[in-house]
């Protein structure tokens, strides 16, 4: 049995990257298929990333390169969130350019505000110069087909590039996160923002009614519901109507989950899409379950959250390129 003190270090902070920290879970990959470590300078700190280009994202002649971007959860890293989201085996499927910056303290500046928090970093920025320092090393990518995505503190942060760098990113998929209290009440994007939330009803750190996110007793600064993101986001894309409602096939019956599938309707600037999580706690669908049910939830064996990312983002590249 894990001890108490080795239990609040494993998960003192809210995100997946604690569990992975802790494991040896490997990708089977070649040496040409790992990814390559980049370090740069922003805002007065040595930063780094990787950066896994696959071979079919190289093809000579072809369209440029879509990019995603994934951001690790608090007190995670750029190697775990890598390892445990497995995107490298569909981005060299799909031809698709992966980035995974590292968070400096393991952690990203999404806007909450509590205790202890350095709202100073400027991780926005840092997150723009990671695309052009990809482009420096000579890896050409589209630039009007990047996607962000991000789980938990990760998630969160992907909310806040919506709202503050609209104009350099073409959509964002948060798992586990909903929009940080302070982030909306600035949130004035440049133009509308396609939007992918996938959050669990039963979520014990964010809670999906908002609130503050709490993390073993400590507060971790509030949250929107996700009820009120979504229709953040719809109303800020133009949507109307109430959403298109449907349940996903119930692939696992025992894993206590069901997920429907809410897409807002006569989106005319981007589309907004909600998949909600009956009985998900603080999990990537698809994903391991990293710690007990009773500190994080149940993860949802009924899809995939790293293959619906991709497709949700296939579906907004393909519009950005007629």
Known sequence: MVGANRMR?????????LFMQATGVALAQTAAEQPAERMLHHAGAVRSYLVYAPPASRKRGARLPPVLMVLHGGGGGARQIMTFTRFNPIAAREGVVVLYPQGLDR??????EFQGRDTNKDDVGFLLAVVGDVERQGIEIDRAAIGVTGISNGGFMAMRMACEAAGHIAGIAAVTAAMPAETGARCRPARAVPVLVINGTHDPMVPYEGGQVRAFFRNRGAVWSTGRTAEFWASVNGCIGVPRSAALADLDPSDGTITIRHDYQGCRRAPVTLLEVQGGGHTWPGGSQYLPTGLVGRVSRDFDAGEAILAFFKSVWRATAN
Request: aromatic share 6%; net charge neutral; glycine share 40%.
């Open 9 to 17: 270090g494993i998960a003192g902070a809210v995100g997946i990257g």
């Open 107 to 112: 952690g990203w500046n999404d806007g909450r």
